[in-house]
């Protein structure tokens, strides 16, 4: 049975930093790809892509977030960490860990809502979230 355990979320002022963790047991990550999307406005909005991590280490972000947040995996731990630096207060959000087979096809970049809850399509594990709150 597949677990995913989510944290390091809270509230924090902007320009502060807040460290993801994402902790898998149960599902084997050496061929995955581990990535991050969010959900703002209670649900409200579509899921957004925020950043990847391939199986080869290759790494992708989110526009708005290039130079601020740092993906990184421990594939010995099954655990995915997403570093936020310098955060706003747009960057409010339900944060969900997923994954996904390092074979095609790609991420998506926006996961449609469905009564509050993202379609995750051909993803392979989907976290529950964590929320992050940042202030002005």
């Known amino acids: 049975q597949v677990q995913v355990v989510e944290s390091g979320g809270g509230l924090v002022q902007a320009g502060g930093s807040l460290r993801l963790s994402c902790l898998v047991s149960?599902?084997?990550?050496?061929?995955?790809?581990m990535g991050w999307y969010r959900q703002a406005s209670g649900g409200a909005d579509d899921c957004e892509l925020v950043?990847?991590?391939?199986?080869?280490?290759?790494?992708y972000y989110k526009d708005s977030v290039k130079g601020r947040f740092t993906i990184s995996q421990d594939i010995a731990k099954n655990t995915v960490y997403l570093q936020m630096d310098r955060l706003k207060p747009e960057d409010t959000a339900v944060y969900h860990c997923?994954?996904?087979?390092?074979?095609?096809?790609?991420?998506?970049?926006?996961?449609?809502?469905?009564?509050?809850?993202?379609?995750?399509?051909?993803?392979?594990?989907w976290g529950q979230g964590t929320l992050v709150t940042v202030v002005s």
């Open positions: 950043s990847y991590i391939s199986s080869r280490s290759t790494s």
């Open positions: 997923a994954i996904k087979s390092a074979t095609p096809p790609p991420w998506s970049e926006r996961l449609q809502s469905r009564g509050g809850n993202c379609l995750t399509g051909n993803l392979e594990v």
């Open positions: 149960g599902f084997r990550l050496d061929d995955s790809d």
